[in-house]
Every structure is written in C-alpha cells, then in structure tokens.
C-alpha cells in the first residue's frame, strides 16, 4: 500500500524546453502533493506544496512561472520546468499525504524520483 | 539556518550490531518526527515517526528515542543488516506532522558483513 509513481525517472532535454514530470498516488487519494530537489549530497529542499483543486503555495527563493505544478486531481499532480537551463539539472522528487485504507494521515509517501540533465 | 541537524555524514558498523543515527533540532514548534530511508537514485522510504507526546516508539528492530528537553532524537537499528545500508534522514514538522516536512542532511549507513 501508499504506492505513488513518479514518472519518468530519467530525462535528458536541451536546453530552453520545458520537461513535465508526474506523480501519482496509486492507491490513495492524495489531497496534498509536494515537490522537493535534492543536489548532491544535500537534503531534500521543498519546493512547492500543491492541494488538489487549489494553486500551489511555493516556498521562498522558487520560481512559481519556471516550475509550473498542477495538482488536477486527487491522484495527480504535475511539475513542469519551463525553459530548462543546465542549472536546472537535479534529481526531482514528489511526495504524497491523503487518506485511504493504506495510508496514515501525516505521513508523506515519496516516489522514486525524477533524474533531470539539461544539456 | 539548518532547523534539523544530522551533524554525522557517514556511519560504518557491523552486521548484527547496533546502529544509532542521531538528530538534532532547534524549532521548538516542531512535535511530530520522521525517519526516513533512501537508496541512490530512489525516493526516501518512510521507516518509523514519533509524536512529541512520546519519548519512545518502536517498530520491529527500528526504534526512534526522542529527547525533548535535548531537541534530539535518535534512530536505532537492532541487529543491523547489509539491507540496512543506505542514507537515513530525520525530518520534523510542527502542528503533529500536518504541515511541510523539514529534512536533515541525512547520515549514509553501512552495515559490513
């Protein structure tokens, strides 16, 4: 139980596209996503909090129109990196909180990670 | 300003001993604690949480000590096996657990055979 599919695990684009990364929550119904980059040997850094239905709230120091993030549905939620840049390669994670059968309230369930290289 | 310390990057024991990761934090609002663990190129898998009304919680050979008073909580692993080798990371959050989760910088463990 709490699974949540973070798709795709690996991309490589040019520089000045946009890449859009999923997650979804596979057996829960998520009503609050988070998004979180991770560098090298660093901690996770939060990104952005999305609930369903609503805009996201983005922490200090995140471009709300460079990291566009759609939360649609209970079970999905988008990141969408706009113009990428070099600068912008990471390893991009998504985490899940909601309610279901499987899951306890306050945790978060994280998916496996998205690997970004902008060339 | 780091709110959750894992001041130990690294830790190497023995299989079948003990293993014990430690964290440190300073906002007092913080009463619901996590750990959580992480193999490279995965997302972190959660392993066990305390609430603050706490000073203990155990969960089959994971047990969480949290010290108040200290703003220190601890992680220990009892026997530790090879499996158990990985990054740990200790995360806090105020409000009993329901707002955003602030992370440590994790402690890379290694169990030798």
């Known amino acids: 139980g709490a699974v949540v599919s973070q798709h795709p695990s690996r991309v490589i684009c040019k520089s000045g596209t946009s890449v859009k990364i999923e997650c979804r929550s596979l057996?829960?119904?998520?009503?609050?996503m988070f998004w979180y980059r991770q560098f090298p040997k660093q901690s996770l850094m939060l990104m952005a909090t999305s609930n369903e239905g609503s805009k996201a709230t983005y922490e200090q120091g995140v471009e709300k129109d460079k990291f566009l993030i759609n939360h649609a549905s209970l079970t999905l939620s988008t990141l969408t990196v706009t113009s990428a840049h070099p600068e912008d390669s990471s390893f991009y994670i998504c985490s899940a909180r909601g309610t279901g059968q499987f899951v306890s309230k306050n945790i978060q369930y994280f998916g496996a990670g998205t690997r970004l290289s902008v060339l | 300003d780091q709110q959750v310390k894992q001041n130990s990057p690294s830790l190497s024991v023995q299989e079948g001993r003990i293993s014990i990761l430690n964290c440190d934090y300073t906002?007092?609002?913080?009463?619901?604690f996590l750990w959580y663990k992480k193999y490279p190129a995965e997302g972190p898998t959660f392993l066990i949480s305390?609430?603050?009304?706490?000073d203990k919680n155990e969960d089959g050979r994971f047990t969480v000590f949290l010290n108040k008073s200290a703003k220190h909580l601890s992680l220990h692993i009892v026997p530790s096996q090879p499996g158990d080798s990985a990054v740990y990371f200790c995360?806090?959050?105020?409000?009993?657990?329901?707002?955003?989760?602030?992370f440590g910088k994790g402690t890379k463990l290694t169990v030798n055979p």
């Open positions: 305390i609430s603050s009304i706490k």
């Open positions: 906002n007092s609002m913080f009463d619901y």
């Open positions: 057996d829960f119904q998520a009503t609050t």
């Open positions: 995360a806090a959050s105020p409000q009993g657990g329901s707002e955003k989760l602030v």
